[in-house]
Structure formats: structure tokens, C-alpha cells
């Protein structure tokens, strides 16, 4: 089996396609660690693209293939690595500082894997799988995109409504995800609970901690929900 890094990354850069993606889809929905580790490296791969410019060849590396270039290149073109080696230790400095702290500090913020499934004409279908991808590779602005368009076509599917709101909880764009997340959290959808909650986490971050803790009053305190409100609760006392 290849490594998991560049399985993940792969994942993270959208090359992942067909019965590979379904699989590794279907991994992360019950595998937290793998979840937390795809967390982790896309937070690595964005620090070396805010710190690189987009024509340079290096941004397209990974981890892995920076290392591999490092110890194979020849001695005349170190030196174009070397530049860059700085990034990357900057990055794997975090990498290994937040194996502690991120599960921690960034637990609370995780958003649920967005699921495939059939919804209603071919052309929808397609869309929504679009979004799915978009989604779960973390580019957010791209899911919403798609989202929106769908929601405006069928203003009553919450599943849109929900998943749209979570684009905005991703790309902290809080006041949006609020104006979704109210309506949703207050009705009698399967996605009431889970609303609650990250309408409560987009007031917290917003620093309205009463509305917060009026949302998560509402959430059973059994299940992961519960367990991950008990937590965003006690952050507040």
C-alpha cells in the first residue's frame, strides 16, 4: 500500500477519484484519526502555500517529495530546495507540536464528514457529489458554491440548508452560518441536534456566549455531539 501521507494528501489536492475516493470516503466517516491526520496535513499544505508563490514548483510538493528531493538531487540543485527547507521544518515544527494540542484546541471545531448519497434528478445528483468532494477536501468556498445554487433550486431541502451553513462554519464566515443554522436548530429535522451545536460554536467564536449556551441546552448530553457540547460548554465556565 502507498504511503498514508501521500494517500492523504492526494485526497487533500482532489486527484482521488473513484472507487479510491468512495473508500477513503468511507474510512474517514469512522476512522477520528484519519480524520485528525487529514486536518493536520491540509493545515501544513495551506502554511506552504501562504508562504510560497503560486508559479514556484516547490508549493506542488508534499512533505514526502520535498525530503526525497533533499537527499537525491545533486549538489547544483540543493540549492532551490535549500531555499525552502526553512518552510518545510517551519511546517513539520507544527506538524509535531499540534499532535498534542490541535486534537484539543481544534476538536471542538471538526466538521462532520459531508455523505454521499442519491437525491433527486441526474443533473442534482451530480452537483450534490460535487459538493460532497468539494466538502470533504476542505475547500469550502467551492462547496458553497455549489450548495447555493442548489438551495436556491429547492429552498426546502435542509440537507442543502445544513451542509451550506457548515461551508460557512469551515471558512469561519460565522454570521452566515448563523443565519442558516437558526431556523434549522429551531425545526425537527435529523440535523436539529448538530445544528445547535455549531450554531452555538458560531456565537461562541462571535464571543455571544449566552446565545451559545441557550443552543447548547438543547443538545442530549449523550452521543459525540453531547460529549463534544460538554466540552465547548466548559470552555465558557
Known amino acids: 500500500m502507498e504511503n498514508h501521507s501521500e494517500k492523504i494528501q492526494d485526497y487533500i489536492e482532489g486527484l482521488l477519484a473513484g472507487e479510491e475516493l468512495v473508500s477513503f470516503e468511507a474510512q474517514l466517516v469512522v476512522d477520528k484519526e484519519l480524520r485528525n491526520m487529514v486536518a493536520l496535513q491540509r493545515e501544513v499544505y495551506d502554511i506552504l502555500n501562504r508562504r510560497t508563490h503560486i508559479e514556484d514548483e516547490p508549493l506542488k510538493m508534499t512533505l514526502a517529495e520535498v525530503n526525497q528531493r533533499y ?107 448563523i443565519d442558516l443554522l437558526a431556523p434549522i436548530a429551531n425545526g425537527p429535522s435529523v440535523f436539529s441536534t448538530d445544528s445547535n451545536y455549531y450554531l452555538a460554536l458560531a456565537y461562541y467564536t462571535k464571543g455571544d456566549e449566552d446565545n451559545a449556551k441557550m443552543c447548547l441546552n438543547k443538545i442530549p448530553a449523550e452521543g459525540e455531539t453531547g460529549e463534544k457540547a460538554s466540552k465547548l460548554r466548559k470552555k465558557m465556565d
Open 71 to 177: 537527499r537525491s538531487s545533486s549538489s547544483s540543485s540543493k540549492s532551490t530546495v535549500k531555499r525552502w527547507l526553512p518552510v518545510v521544518v517551519a511546517a513539520c515544527l507544527l506538524l509535531v507540536g499540534s499532535l498534542f494540542f490541535f486534537q484539543r484546541s481544534n476538536e471542538l471545531y471538526e466538521l462532520p464528514m459531508m455523505r454521499s448519497e442519491i437525491v433527486r434528478g441526474k443533473m442534482e445528483n451530480t452537483s450534490y457529489e460535487n459538493a460532497v468532494q468539494a466538502f470533504n477536501a476542505g475547500k469550502y468556498k467551492e462547496a458553497a458554491a455549489i450548495l447555493s445554487v442548489l438551495l436556491e433550486s429547492d429552498p426546502e431541502q435542509v440537507q442543502y440548508q445544513y451542509y451550506l451553513a457548515l461551508t460557512y462554519i469551515g471558512s469561519k464566515q460565522w454570521v452566515k452560518a
